[in-house]
Nanobody, 115 residues
Framework: QVQLVESGGGLVQAGGSLRLSCAAS????????MDWYRRAPGKRRELVAS???????NYADSVKGRFTISRDSAKNTAYLQMNSLKFEDTAVYYC?????????WGQGTQVTVSS
C-alpha cells in the first residue's frame, strides 16, 4: 500500500522559510516523477513544483527562485524548501505521485504566512 505523508507546515511571517517533507512508503520516489501542489482557500489546486525520475525540476512562475524541490533517495523522502514566503503562499500543500495507473496523494500540510 502506497502512503505519502507530508510534514513541516506551520505558521511563518512573510519573508520567512519553511521546509516541507513528503515521506513515501510502498513506492520508490526515485523511479517516479513527484509533484508538490497547493490549494489556497477559494482557489483551484495549483501545481507548485515537480521533479522527474532523472532529477529534472520545474516550478510554477509564482515560486521560481524562492522554492526548491529535491529528494533523498536513501530516505525515500521528497522536500520543498520554501524561502521568501509571501502571504499568497498560504495554502494546504500536497505531495503527489502519478503513475500510469494510479494517482497517490498525501493528506496535506497547512502553510500559513502572516503578512
Amino acid at each position: 500500500q502506497v502512503q505519502l505523508v507530508e510534514s513541516g507546515g506551520g505558521l511563518v511571517q512573510a519573508g520567512g522559510s519553511l521546509r516541507l517533507s513528503c515521506a513515501a512508503s510502498g513506492i520508490i520516489f526515485s523511479l517516479n516523477a513527484m509533484d508538490w501542489y497547493r490549494r489556497a482557500p477559494g482557489k483551484r489546486r495549483e501545481l507548485v513544483a515537480s521533479i522527474t525520475s532523472d532529477g529534472s525540476t520545474n516550478y510554477a512562475d509564482s515560486v521560481k527562485g524562492r522554492f526548491t524541490i529535491s529528494r533523498d533517495s536513501a530516505k525515500n523522502t521528497a522536500y520543498l524548501q520554501m524561502n521568501s514566503l509571501k502571504f499568497e503562499d498560504t495554502a494546504v500543500y500536497y505531495c503527489h505521485i502519478g503513475t500510469r495507473t494510479h494517482d497517490y496523494w498525501g493528506q496535506g500540510t497547512q502553510v500559513t504566512v502572516s503578512s
